[in-house]
């Protein structure tokens, strides 16, 4: 089988489209053109892709599991797209980064100024992940540096040591009196949490340790980031387990923060790359300052 990028993009646009008709206006394409098209697609799979009716068109199983390659397959040529689009309009290097918001709070603020200093004609590009998904686009090439947190395994990656931190509990002034200053997880377990969404490898960590207290978490609202969740804290919604620097920067006298005696609250975050001394110089720059930008 040989689709072209042209033949996964019809695709995808009937698909998304549901009609011949509008994923043709999408394309730019004559209906018959874009019905054609998907005839001699459907001909090299051997099955059908679509299922046809009157109100309009549904991939299949089998145009399910072409949307789902064709998808990343696009992702990926738009990226080398932007790519080159900067040597061609202008000499400019790009390096992507992938990171968790953690790490764009509180390590980026200082190392992308410096990288953009050290680095005048390169550009930056950002895109803020779980840790797996950073481990994965990594390892397979699609961002240079990534930076994690922890509880992810890494691979073959290899791994850079950035910032050390730890886990505190984070609660509004309405807890001020059944909380005390410093206490076990499992003394918290019978309050409503703030947690991040699911994909959160220190979500399903805390989740464990209160299985291994013989109860779960009941959570009050989740979020996708540490800050959105502070913020709900900042309103006595609930407590929630953050790393102390994103704690102390909504600390305040409406907040309180709650030291945890447990033997596991090491929060630390890392780069990872498939080979440091491989690294294309844009690339090495950008680490050495998170590196520095880490203390």
Known sequence: MRFDVSDLRIFKAVVESASMTKAASRVHLTVASVSERIRQMEDQVGVPLLSRSRSGVV????????LHHAIKVLRQVDFMNEDLVSFTSRLRTNVRLYTTTYAVSEILPNAAPAFFADNPNS???IEEQHSEDIVFAVAGGSAE???IGEFVETGSLEVVPLLEDTLVAFTGNQFAAEVPSRCAFSDLLSFDF????????????LESHAREAGTSMRYRARARN????????????GIAIVPRRVAARFHGSECRIV???DDWTAYNTS???QNRANLPNTAASLLECLIAASP
Request: glycine letters at 12%.
């Open 145 to 147: 540096i990534g930076i």
């Open 59 to 66: 991939a299949t199983e089998a145009g399910r599991v072409l």
């Open 123 to 125: 550009d930056l590009i």
């Open 259 to 261: 030291e945890l005696s």
């Open 271 to 273: 780069a990872v790359v």
């Open 194 to 205: 703030l947690g991040l969404g699911p994909g959160s490898r220190l979500q399903e960590q």
């Open 226 to 237: 540490l800050d959105a969740i502070c913020r709900l804290v900042f309103n006595n919604v």
